[in-house]
């Protein structure tokens, strides 16, 4: 059954989503694993894109737009994700319908209040369905 983790951020801000993604794939990648980052759109994937070359000056994170390479990390926004079933990380504001394919599922909720509102609506979600649900503060 797929493992669901929430990450909590109490900080609030542009960029907090995207940077827990990038610690959470980073991790994740290291253990040999492959990792779908979920956006919302290809506007978003695009910039996550950039930043992912950018930051953290000291690190790099193999990655590639979904359909357009192929790496450890995938940064995708359409309903398929294709052969990676491994991690999702997800920064949309809902639950992906192919969620369930995954072995484990990352959610990023930052400090803004919009943000924990929908990180609580897809709690309840999961949990309502019988998926193994925790949940680790990062500061």
């Known amino acids: 059954m797929t493992e669901v983790t929430f990450y909590l951020s109490s900080k609030a801000g542009d960029g907090v989503r995207q940077a827990l993604a990038w610690r959470i794939a980073d991790k994740a990648m290291k253990q040999g694993r492959l990792v ?4 919302r759109n290809e506007e978003h994937a695009r910039q996550l894109d950039r930043q992912f070359w950018q930051a953290p000056k000291t690190g790099f994170l193999p990655h590639a737009i979904h359909h ?8 995708g926004h359409n309903g398929d994700p294709g052969e990676y079933h491994d991690v999702l990380i997800n920064l949309t504001d809902h639950v992906p319908d192919f969620a369930s394919r995954f072995q484990r599922v990352a959610e990023m909720i930052s400090g803004a209040e919009p943000e924990r509102q ?22």
């Not at 609580?120 to 999961?126: G, H, N």
């Open 36 to 39: 779908y980052i979920h956006c």
């Open 68 to 75: 357009e390479g192929q790496a450890p990390v995938i940064l």
């Open 118 to 139: 929908a990180g609580r609506d897809r709690f309840r979600f999961y949990r309502e369905r019988g998926f193994p649900v925790t949940t680790h503060e990062l500061g």
